[in-house]
């Protein structure tokens, strides 16, 4: 169980700023830059964010659906990032993708039964019996019905959409999904329904998730170990129980406060960070949360912090737990005495 | 507390949407009341009326095709829809201000953000010189937490984030101190972060200028964290009504009771989440009994037939669901059953 899945080390992708007419390069936005984490066999890695952090670029870049500019993607044991094109569209079979939109990611001139061939047809199943049986099967593991072949996309609710994205994800038989923001354009009574779908297939077909989305409370329930990333960087990541126990960043300890909590007699500490996500564009010195840190030392603004293991199974990138900032702290404590 | 006079007062409203595949009621038969001071949640999710009820107390509804057939909607003492477009227009932005879910559709993007605020001014206070109008939209800017606010009067929509866009919306709705702000999911657009600023920002307004609000929101925990009342709605109707320590402690309507179950809480990990079978009913789809039966675990032979009202549970609560009419035939003068509780 505990063999990773997916192995992901160094992994950079940059996106070239153009100006001029012949569209010269003057930068790049960073919207990842250089992070590593494992998926183990079985398990749901939650990776949360706030937008613009590359939580949905990470998805993507392992999928090849953007290339990497940097960095090794390991599935069971060979490299993504070097495969011809030809090659990674077999390994696609066993890595598939949900996404958030349920209605822009069904093509609305084609019926359902006609959208779960699809991905039959492209990896070699030439029985069109089969192929019709496979969908049928399917539509009903997720929780339609047989006559819903014939219908298109327009004619479900956004939460049938949703389904349908999951059966053609599955339809491969694939390993990992990565499911991006799957939930977060659903009502709430209906994002339970497809939760519980989702934990239930999990079992069903001993698939691993990569399960990418903004909402805290979400994650929490779905995964086995978070990562939590912001501007391109992951700043922590553990076992799911311990996160939401015991945050390290100060930006988890922020974010985790931020999220409201349906109790109003739920007294919580509320630590609000002040101002805006900076642009990944032009990323500030050091650690890239200094600009709004409670706890911002000297150290900060000039070294990036490195993701380190501080407990058993529990990484964080914050100078509050390395030897730079224990420096830090002790110069700050002597100043202070001295005064 | 309970003695605040109602200030915005919504009387069998009744918005309908006359379409090519028939008339629908999005706002069937909704009341409700806002008092001085105090911060309303209208809950509910897609589809179930909140933001047409908004958009009809200001009206603002889109005339075709969408009507107010029916009801009152009483500012103080006077009713909104008899008022002529241009009483209306007066109205708008100084009594009852609104303020949208997308910061960046509401701003225009041709205009800086001091000219957007001074026209909001000078449309109502018309008798200001340009310098007292132009100091009121600083102080504005300043007052919902907006650094360089001297700055930002000279900037445009697409220089600022989604925050500051939000915050410049909230100063421009307030820039007449109006009594009510209607608040359309202020923070569905923004991150958690900046979520938490925005609600923070509209709780101490709330404090600080005495200003009504009216927050319609799909999430539960927002109204816990920011409401005094919440008003719930399903499919065109309010199905509950209480104050918010009441409703989490004792939700009544199963609809509201599973709603508040299928929120994954942070706190603890359930192993499978509580989750409300079916979907929400097209708006009209339902033309007979309650309008959540098909959905209900809890629902019996009558609530196929009749279509519930909203019965009190106790001076505060009241919900629309047969469960709490047991003792059918004790009605009180206003036409409403009464269960003791």
């Known amino acids: ?339 | 507390m309970s003695e605040r006079q109602k200030l915005l007062q919504v009387k069998d409203l009744q918005t309908t949407f006359f379409t090519d595949s028939g008339e629908i009621p999005a706002v069937d038969h909704v009341d409700f009341y806002v008092r001085e001071g105090e911060i309303l949640g209208i809950v509910g999710e897609s589809g179930c009326g909140k933001s047409v009820t908004s958009l009809s107390i200001m009206q603002l509804v889109p005339s075709p095709p969408g009507k107010i057939t029916g009801g009152e909607i009483l500012f103080g003492e006077e009713d909104l829809l008899k008022k002529s477009e241009k009483e209306m227009r007066d109205i708008r932005g100084k009594d009852v201000a609104m303020i949208f879910q997308e910061p960046m559709t509401s701003l225009n993007p041709l205009f800086t953000i001091g000219n957007q605020m001074k026209e909001a001014i000078s449309l109502h206070e018309k008798k200001w010189s340009k310098k007292q109008i132009t100091d009121r939209a600083v102080e504005m800017l300043k007052l919902v937490g907006l650094p360089r606010a001297e700055e930002v009067m000279k900037e445009y929509p697409h220089q600022l984030s989604g925050g500051m866009r939000q915050r410049v919306m909230i100063a421009m709705a307030l820039v007449c101190d109006p009594k009510v702000l209607i608040a359309d999911e202020p923070t569905t657009a923004l991150d958690v972060t900046i979520q938490a600023q925005i609600l923070k920002l509209m709780r101490e307004l709330n404090e600080r200028m005495n200003t009504a609000i009216l927050l319609i929101t799909h999430d539960l925990g927002v109204v816990a964290e920011t409401c005094e009342r919440v008003v719930v709605m399903y499919a065109g109707q309010v199905i509950e009504e209480a104050p918010t320590q009441e409703i989490f402690k004792n939700p009544c309507h199963p609809y509201t009771r599973g709603l508040i179950q299928s929120v994954p809480d942070m706190r603890d990990k359930k192993d499978r989440l509580y989750s409300i079978p079916g979907n929400v009913p097209k708006p009209g789809s339902v033309k007979k009994g309650c309008r959540f039966a098909a959905r209900c675990e809890s629902a019996f032979a009558r609530c196929w037939e009749e279509t519930p009202q909203l019965y009190r549970n106790s001076d505060v609560h009241q919900t629309r669901c047969f469960l709490y009419d047991e003792q059918e035939g004790v009605t009180t003068k206003d036409g409403q059953a009464t269960v003791e509780s």
């Open chain 1, 1 to 339: 169980m505990d063999k990773p899945l997916l192995k992901v080390e160094g992994l950079k992708k940059y996106f070239p700023i153009r100006k001029g007419i012949i569209g010269k390069t003057v930068g790049h936005v960073k919207a990842i830059d250089d992070i590593s984490f494992h998926v183990n066999e079985g398990e749901t890695l939650g990776i949360v964010g706030e937008s613009g952090c590359g939580k949905s670029t990470t998805g993507r870049t392992i999928m090849r659906l953007l290339e990497p500019t940097e960095g090794v993607v390991e599935f069971q044991g060979r490299d993504l990032t070097s495969m011809s094109a030809n090659e990674i569209r077999k390994v696609r079979r066993d890595i598939q993708m949900v996404f958030q939109d349920p209605y822009a990611s069904l093509n609305p001139r084609h019926t359902i039964g006609k959208i779960l061939e699809e991905p039959l047809l492209v990896h070699g199943v030439s029985n069109a019996k089969e192929r019709r049986e496979k969908v049928i099967e399917f539509l009903k593991i997720v929780g339609l019905s047989e006559y819903h072949a014939k219908r298109y996309p327009h004619q479900f609710s956004g939460g049938q959409r949703q389904r349908i994205g999951i059966a053609r994800a599955l339809m491969t038989n694939p390993k990992l999904i990565i499911a991006d923001e799957p939930v977060s354009a659903l009502d709430v009574s209906i994002q339970a329904q497809v939760l519980n779908l989702m934990q239930d297939l999990q079992k069903e077909f001993n698939l691993t998730y990569i399960f990418i989305a903004h909402d805290l409370g979400v994650v929490r329930h779905i995964s086995n170990r978070v990562a939590v990333m912001y501007l391109g960087k992951i700043v922590e990541i553990t076992e799911s129980e311990e996160l939401y126990a015991n945050p390290l960043h100060p930006y988890t300890q922020a974010l985790l406060s931020a999220v409201p909590v349906p109790d109003p007699n739920y007294k919580k500490e509320q630590i609000i960070i002040e101002g805006d996500m900076p642009s990944p564009a032009n990323p500030p010195s050091g650690c890239a949360f200094h600009t709004r840190c409670p706890f911002k030392m000297d150290v900060c603004t000039k070294i990036t912090p490195v993701l380190a293991e501080e407990k058993t199974g529990h990484s964080v990138a914050c100078h509050l737990y390395t030897a730079e900032g224990n420096d830090d702290i002790e110069r700050q404590k002597q100043l202070e005495g001295s005064v």
